[in-house]
């Protein structure tokens, strides 16, 4: 079964700086992978999707991320930091026989001033 | 506004009673879904339609829920003889058929408190 495993559970960065949230997948063949954010009263919004194409993947908001299959990782980063950044992200694979998400636990981002 | 809606956005219960809540999906999406989020975990899998039929149900999904689909438009989600444990967000979601697959549009979620 495909899963995915988010290794901070909170991360904080001051304005102005990058910011990595990392994920780590486990998948018997090549994954479907996505960024989630879920802001505070907000419904969750897809940030980037990998699928096979690029490894370099591209979302809103300058986020962005990197397939690595050799490390089994899609870590998602941003060079700089905004306030309105913090959120909390997922990383999710899809379970391509039924169609469905698979989310991790989800790393909360504070950005301090 | 034409995203994903759910109501009730809030529901307090006493633990036994029913409860159900409705999802309007975007209106062109004819997949729809059914997510579970408890506090400082992600969203959990339950159900998922296409149109109205009931594709699958994850063993989270036990036999004191049911969700339906009647028409292929709105749908609800029922919990019947509520427990403690139940206690969590619900989430709905909805999305075009397979070509846009893992892009879901959520809706804001129906947040359950069992007392």
Redesign the interface.
């Given at each position: 079964a495909q899963s995915v495993t988010q290794l901070d559970?909170h991360v904080s960065v001051s304005e102005g700086t990058p910011v990595l949230l990392r994920c780590n997948y486990s998948s018997s063949y090549s994954p479907?992978l996505?960024w989630y954010v879920q802001h505070p009263?907000?419904?969750?919004?897809?940030l980037l999707?990998y699928?096979s194409a690029a490894t370099l993947v591209k979302g809103i908001n300058g986020f962005e991320a990197e397939f690595k299959k050799s490390e089994t990782s899609f870590h998602l980063t941003k060079p700089s930091a905004h306030m309105s950044d913090a959120a909390e992200y997922?990383c999710?694979v899809?379970n391509q026989g039924?169609?469905?998400?698979?989310?991790?636990?989800?790393t909360r981002l504070t950005i301090n001033p | 506004d034409t995203g994903v809606s759910q109501d009730p956005r809030h529901k307090i219960t006493k633990r036994g009673q029913n409860v159900t809540f409705r999802c309007d999906p975007i209106s062109e999406h004819n997949r729809l879904y059914w997510y579970r989020q408890t506090l400082g975990q992600g969203p959990e899998f339950l159900t998922y339609f296409q149109n109205e039929a009931q594709l699958e149900k994850s063993r989270l999904l036990s036999d004191r829920f049911s969700a339906e689909r009647p028409k292929g438009s709105f749908s609800t989600l029922e919990i019947q003889r509520t427990e403690q444990g139940d206690s969590a967000m619900y989430l709905c979601a909805s999305s075009l058929p397979a070509g846009n697959t893992g892009e879901l549009f959520f809706g804001e979620g129906s947040r359950l408190t069992v007392l």
């Open positions: 559970s479907s996505f009263n907000k419904g969750l919004q897809l999707k699928t997922f999710v899809i039924a169609q469905k998400l698979v989310f991790g636990q989800g | -």
